[in-house]
């Protein structure tokens, strides 16, 4: 017969004039549980898996220089030759590349694995860093430049390759995966966030072909990191077979929201650039900026903690719907007070939108992508949203040029509403009955 454990006697002391006793029994915490201890937070769980803190190690350090080079080549491009036209002329040739080439390189990355594939890939597109870097640094002509740039096409899309090893890890998990998703995108928007404050810092202290070297740097060590936890890739599974994700229903539609989507993200930088400028404080603008990115990053996180029900597609329309309404706040701050301060507040609250946007997007492109094929499916969501920054960049300026910067902030909130007008039709011609559902809004509630 078992015996009980003995308790241990407190133990006693004076000290002046007060009897002090300590109790070295060990404690327990009331829960809802009982006296069992609590659960671990989503996010421990997600991080238990076994390979998980490895390889998002090797993709963050691999992902941070995505927000780095185009900052240090204008920098360094613009230093060098005294034109920004010809820096963003650069930079727009490396943007158009990436969005030709990616697909393809994500194809392959599915057929062959990622390490055969993201490994030499990133080897060329770090090449080619350091040859625009020495194109500028020893004054060759101005064509090196864009033949340079372009080969960076070839990086590899590190968010998407991290986003297939979590399907595969937590398949048949669709909390965990929602969890996954959500931290994905706030690192995304991390790395944006701190990516053009560690290159413009280095383009300003060392040299100015400090920031494109480092970031040279970073991207191939941590692919190589990444690439070297061989447990957690994702096996090959045919995907030259599948059909492409293009053919998949809903997916046109699907990008053509992250095509609108981007047009917000593009416009808005442009236009807070302007508008920071007009204030006198255009040095300013990249931490306003990056407020934005601070309120989406936290937005992320806390939206991963939640455990959400119905259908991703039935969530899809009110997270947009969100996201335009907050997007107004920035309009209203420019247009109402002309104060920065304030605008920064409204983009700090306007960003928080923007990670349960993106989050619900990225699932539906995996639900919808063929097995085998999520790479490319993933990168297709990528590419249309470079294609909608170039465009916002593009009608921002214009309307900057041609109106105000105040008039520009109705650029990302027009955007937003084009891509909730796709995302209704959308529902509408899947499901007629879909607007006459009201309980179809997602009910959410903390994952204790």
């Avoid at 508008?275 to 996180?301: E, I, K, N």
Wanted: proline share 8%.
């Amino acid at each position: 017969m078992p015996q009980p454990t003995p308790r241990k006697a407190p133990l006693l002391t004076v000290t002046a004039d007060t009897l002090v006793a300590v109790d070295f029994t060990p404690r327990t915490f009331n829960s809802p549980t009982g006296n069992r201890p609590r659960p671990p937070g989503p996010y421990r769980r997600l991080f238990a898996t076994p390979g998980s803190r490895a390889f998002t190690l090797g993709n963050l350090l691999a992902r941070l220089p995505m927000g780095m080079f185009s900052v240090s080549a204008v920098v360094m491009i613009a230093g060098a030759h005294g034109s920004y036209a010809l820096a963003g002329a650069v930079t727009a040739t490396g943007l158009a590349a990436t969005a030709a080439v990616a697909p393809w390189t994500a194809r392959l990355v599915d057929r062959y694995g990622q390490a055969r594939i993201a490994v030499p890939a990133t080897v060329i597109a770090a090449l080619g860093s350091l040859a625009l870097l020495l194109c500028v640094h020893f004054d060759a002509p101005a064509w090196t430049l864009f033949a340079s740039y372009a080969a960076t096409a070839t990086t590899p899309n590190t968010g998407g390759m991290s986003r297939a090893r979590w399907a595969h890890l937590l398949k048949g998990d669709d909390g965990a995966l929602h969890t996954a998703n959500s931290f994905e995108q706030a690192a995304d928007e991390l790395c944006f966030m701190l990516g053009p404050v560690l290159a413009a810092f280095l383009c300003g202290t060392p040299f100015p072909e400090a920031g494109t070297l480092v970031g040279a740097v970073l991207l191939l060590t941590g692919m190589l990191l990444f690439a070297a936890q061989r447990s957690t890739e994702p096996p090959v599974l045919g995907g030259a077979r599948a059909k492409s994700p293009l053919r998949t229903p809903g997916m046109l539609p699907l990008l053509a929201v992250c095509l609108a989507m981007g047009a917000v993200f593009g416009a808005m930088e442009v236009v807070t650039i302007a508008f920071a400028d007009a204030q006198g404080h255009r040095s300013a603008a990249g931490v306003v900026l990056a407020l934005q990115a601070a309120g989406s990053c936290v937005a992320g996180l806390l939206h991963g903690a939640l455990r959400l029900t119905g259908p991703a597609s039935a969530r899809l329309p009110w997270c947009i719907a969100a996201m335009t309404t907050l997007l107004a706040l920035p309009l209203l701050a420019a247009f109402q007070t002309g104060s920065l301060l304030l605008l920064a507040g409204a983009l700090l609250v306007a960003g928080m939108a923007t990670a349960p946007t993106m989050v619900t997007t990225m699932t539906l492109v995996q639900q919808r992508t063929p097995e085998g094929r999520l790479n490319e499916g993933m990168t297709l969501a990528v590419t249309g949203l470079l294609g909608g920054i170039a465009c916002g960049s593009a009608t921002g300026g214009w309307t900057v040029d041609h109106l105000s910067p105040t008039a520009g902030f109705g650029v990302p909130v027009t955007a937003a509403a084009v891509a909730l007008t796709i995302a209704l039709a959308h529902q509408m011609l899947t499901d007629p009955n879909s607007s006459h559902r009201p309980h179809s809004r997602p009910n959410s509630r903390p994952m204790h």
